[in-house]
């Protein structure tokens, strides 16, 4: 158990839709990592939030959008959604930004079926 | 930009027999390198990592050796049991001022039969 805990664990929907990812980073842990896995273009790292600010984005859409809360929990949103956004979404939380090489401890993931 | 390409699996070994996944990477600078495991059903667990040349990084019998001047970092492990089979994954996070982003490779799939 890495301590970072996501849900739900599955979602179904429909294209078109709107759903939300959440995740809970471990206890002390500022940063949180999300990650995109997906048959055809493998783990690609998608955005990163330190102490409630954006820290970097990746292969982020324009339709998939991420905050953090005060509590540090961060929830990632993907709205009109298209068969292609079926994947496993991962979140990792790491305890620092920047500065030094830091560990990420992921989550189990969020498999999400779009139909 | 940076990258990280790891061998095609799957990877199927005999119970005892000895593991090597090749990983290279391309990035500027020095990143630091990771190897993660991937469970069936699971998430990624980090299995070990190497933050400068020539450091090996070791866990549960797996080593994996920081090599700049080849730019790689294979995975190695003397004598594999069933219970190593899952996705190994070579990453890298590159030291780019305000993020620690990892940039993965595709995996690699092992298959250990008993």
């Known amino acids: 158990d890495s301590g970072v805990t996501q849900t739900p664990k599955h979602l179904i929907t429909a294209t078109g839709q709107r759903v939300t990812l959440r995740c809970s980073p471990r206890s002390g842990d500022l940063s949180v990592y999300w990650y995109q896995q997906s048959l055809d273009q493998g783990l690609q790292f998608l955005i990163q939030?330190?102490?409630?600010?954006?820290?970097a984005k990746g292969n982020i859409l324009e339709r998939f959008s991420a905050q953090q809360f005060p509590d540090l929990h961060s929830e990632l949103n993907l709205s009109s959604l298209e068969l292609g956004d079926s994947a496993l979404y991962f979140c990792?939380?790491?305890?620092?930004?920047?500065?030094?090489?830091?560990?990420?401890?992921f989550g189990p993931g969020t498999r999400l079926t779009v139909l | 930009g940076d990258s990280v390409t790891q061998m095609e699996g799957p990877v199927t070994l005999s119970e005892e027999a000895f593991l090597t996944i090749n990983c290279t990477y391309t990035?500027?600078?020095?990143?630091?390198l990771f190897w993660y495991v991937q469970y069936p059903g699971e998430g990624l667990q980090l299995l070990l990592k190497?933050?400068?040349?020539?450091d090996k990084g070791s866990n549960k019998g797996f080593e994996a050796t920081y090599r700049k001047e080849t730019t790689s970092f294979h995975l190695e492990k003397g004598s594999v049991q069933v219970s190593d089979s899952a996705v190994y994954f070579c990453?890298?996070?590159?030291?780019?001022?305000?993020?620690?982003?990892?940039?993965f490779g595709t995996g690699t799939r092992l298959k250990v039969l008993a």
């Open positions: 939030y330190y102490n409630g600010e954006e820290r």
């Open positions: 990453a890298l996070s590159p030291r780019t001022s305000g993020t620690y982003k990892y940039i």
């Open positions: 990792a939380s790491s305890v620092v930004a920047s500065g030094s090489p830091d560990t990420q401890y």
């Open positions: 990035a500027t600078g020095y990143p630091s």
């Open positions: 190497a933050t400068k040349a020539d």
